[in-house]
């Protein structure tokens, strides 16, 4: 409205062609921002690729024996697509923790669950039970 009340009244009109540039950048802007916005929480199509396949077996897994995974986790993973050990031996640590951050479960590490979960696909009871020795919380401690 400013700008084109200065155009009517001829107030210094050499330079309005520079405010309606700014009021167009601003707009664009204003437009980006509202796109980006709408797409967080959501994963960046490049990342969709790392999201876990649907489990072929019938059940799931008791993600709970994993150290550092409880039942409130378990419930966010499995609302994930994160059914069995594999589907989380098989998940992309940074996708894990996008989706754990939206579940409002910041302060949680991945990568420990992940390690543990590979052994445990492959039934390796001895190799799990001697990792979450190593584990406090899922984080390994030393």
């Known amino acids: 409205m400013?700008?084109?009340?200065?155009?009517?009244?001829g107030a210094n009109t050499d330079l309005?062609?520079?405010l309606l540039i700014g009021m167009a950048f601003f707009v664009l802007i204003v437009i980006v921002g509202w796109l980006v916005s709408r797409q967080q929480g959501q994963p960046a199509s490049a990342s969709a690729s790392n999201k876990p396949r649907k489990s072929t077996s019938q059940g799931g897994d008791d993600l709970?024996?994993?150290?550092?995974?409880?039942?409130?986790?378990?419930?966010?993973?499995?609302?994930?697509?994160?059914?069995?050990?594999?589907?989380?031996?098989?998940?992309?640590?940074?996708?894990?923790?996008?989706?754990?951050?939206?579940a409002k479960l910041q302060?949680?590490?991945?990568?420990?669950?992940?390690?543990?979960?590979?052994?445990?696909?492959?039934?390796?009871?001895?190799?799990?039970?001697?990792l979450q020795e190593e584990l406090k919380g899922g984080r390994r401690t030393g």
Do not use: H, Y
């Open 64 to 102: 709970t024996i994993l150290e550092g995974i409880g039942p409130k986790v378990a419930k966010v993973l499995n609302q994930a697509g994160i059914l069995t050990f594999e589907d989380l031996a098989r998940a992309d640590a940074g996708w894990v923790q996008t989706t754990l951050d939206a």
């Open 16 to 18: 309005s062609w520079l």
């Open 107 to 130: 302060m949680l590490n991945p990568e420990g669950w992940i390690a543990q979960a590979k052994l445990a696909a492959r039934g390796d009871k001895s190799g799990l039970a001697k």
């Open 2 to 9: 400013l700008a084109l009340r200065l155009m009517e009244e």
